[in-house]
T-cell receptor, first 116, second 112 residues
Framework: DAGVIQSPRHEVTEMGQEVTLRCKPI?????LFWYRQTMMRGLELLIY????????DSGMPEDRFSAKMPNASFSTLKIQPSEPRDSAVYFC??????????????FGNGTRLTVT | KNEVEQSPQNLTAQEGEFITINCSYS?????LHWLQQHPGGGIVSLFM???GKKKHGRLIATINIQEKHSSLHITASHPRDSAVYIC??????????????FGTGTRLTIIP
């Protein structure tokens, strides 16, 4: 089992540029979550999908953020235009079950985003 | 006040010591999770529990639903246990089972 795979591991970009983060969940997992981690706010849920359908995007901070899951094995988180305050580590996680009380989360290694 | 509170925020101990990290929460939950984040940044799910006690190797997690409290214990601690330990809760059915609410983490350092 390869685990949850995120790319890139590190991204440095200039303010105003578009940033795309990628995630491949564990095969057979039907829930996918995008989290953001900062020193100030810790881990925060941005959006999650169940069976490729976005269920709750209330954590997405602004319209500059968008996420897609075109199929069961791939998801993207896009920031356009990026701003310095978007600098954080972005984690993707997947789970076999929609209900987090029933199945543990498996996290990717994260993408460290720096916007200058 | 945060819905999930952890203590202590930082903990330094000598190798071999028994470690306890505490987590208190203020909402109804369906499960509580303990996560481990190593200095490299990766996050690993250690335990998911809704009652009682679970053990995995030198790690033990307990939860008291009535008191809304959980503890993570590490026996015979080792420098490789140095990490940030994060408590997270998934709320009851009325509040959205899908979401995790995270504590701010406890940074554990084990000195050889």
């Amino acid at each position: 089992d390869a685990g949850v795979i995120q790319s890139p591991r590190h991204e440095v970009t200039e303010m105003g540029q578009e940033v795309t983060l990628r995630c491949k969940p564990i095969s057979g997992h039907n829930s996918l979550f995008w989290y953001r981690q900062t020193m100030m706010r810790g881990l925060e849920l941005l959006i999650y999908f169940n069976n490729n359908v976005p269920i709750d995007d209330s954590g997405m901070p602004e319209d500059r953020f968008s996420a897609k899951m075109p199929n069961a094995s791939f998801s993207t988180l896009k920031i356009q235009p990026s701003e310095p305050r978007d600098s954080a580590v972005y984690f993707c996680a997947s789970s076999r079950a929609r209900w987090i009380g029933n199945s543990p989360l498996h996290f990717g290694n994260g993408t460290r985003l720096t916007v200058t | 006040k945060n819905e999930v509170e952890q203590s202590p925020q930082n903990l330094t101990a000598q190798e071999g010591e028994f470690i306890t990290i505490n987590c208190s929460y203020s909402v109804g939950i369906s499960a509580l999770h303990w996560l481990q984040q190593h200095p490299g940044g990766g996050i690993v799910s250690l335990f998911m529990l809704s009652s009682g006690k679970k053990k995995h190797g030198r790690l033990i997690a307990t939860i008291n639903i009535q008191e809304k409290h959980s503890s993570l214990h590490i026996t015979a601690s080792h420098p490789r246990d140095s990490a940030v330990y994060i408590c997270a809760v998934s709320k009851g059915a009325n509040f959205g089972n899908e979401k995790l609410t995270f504590g701010t983490g406890t940074r554990l350092t084990i000195i050889p």
